[in-house]
């Protein structure tokens, strides 16, 4: 079984939408949360970081962790099809020098 | 520009021909790493490098080599590359060698590497 689990899509969705990416993990021992977004022929980017429980907004863009779930989400809001990419959810511990990543949720904005 | 630059981007090669995809970074980060980008498989770490001269086996190093002589340069070595390593690799880099938060993986573009 993967430590990380996120459902790859392919999701397609209208502009305006709201969309929400999930991934589940079964390591406790992570603390910290990312989402990366991924474009196509580039590399990842860090678009979103939590540490523990909680939410975090930014833009249209919202981080929720629940870690008695072991759940982590995305929400993009009025999305647009400059959001049309694969969202690649990342985990690590406390400390350390690992991150485990997520297969990716490519998602499609359609105008 | 601060960015991680990998070479060569693409390559086809035949299986046994030693191949290096070279990685260089000019933001004088101490922690660097390869990953790979399989379908249904997503992104698993090759090797990483927390200093010059000091590197780990990642999740998946078995047909790979690395070395770090330098701080601005990881390459990878495919000593003898088989078809299962077609793959697209990624290099990333980052200012400390803990990942805890705040100190960001910086990716290079990716080089699209595949074995005949």
């Known amino acids: 079984q993967k430590e990380v689990e996120q459902d790859p899509g392919p999701l397609s969705v209208p502009e305006g939408a709201i969309v929400s990416l999930n991934c589940t993990y079964s390591?406790?021992?992570?603390?910290?949360f990312m989402w990366y977004r991924q474009y196509s022929r580039k590399g990842p980017e860090l678009l979103m970081y939590?540490?523990?429980?909680g939410n975090k907004e930014d833009g249209r863009f919202t981080a929720q962790v629940d870690k008695s779930s072991k759940y982590i989400s995305l929400f993009i809001r009025d999305s647009q099809p400059s959001d049309s990419a694969t969202y690649l959810c990342a985990m690590g511990r406390t400390s350390g020098s690992r991150l485990t990543f997520g297969e990716g949720t490519q998602l499609t904005v359609n105008p | 520009e601060a960015q991680v630059t990998q070479n060569p981007r693409y390559l086809i090669t035949v299986t046994g021909k030693k191949l290096t995809v070279t990685c260089s970074q000019n933001m004088n980060h101490e922690y660097m790493s390869w990953y790979r980008q399989d379908p249904g498989l997503g992104l698993r770490q090759i090797y990483y490098s927390m200093n010059v001269e000091v590197t780990d086996k990642g999740d998946v190093p078995e047909g790979y080599k690395v070395s770090r002589k330098e701080k601005r340069n990881f390459p990878l070595i495919l000593e003898s590359p088989s078809p299962n390593q077609t793959s697209l690799y990624f290099c990333a880099s980052s200012p400390r060698t803990d990942l805890s938060g705040a100190n960001v993986l910086t990716f290079g573009a990716g080089s699209r590497l595949t074995v005949l």
């Open positions: 939590t540490y523990s429980s």
């Open positions: 390591n406790s021992a992570f603390q910290y």
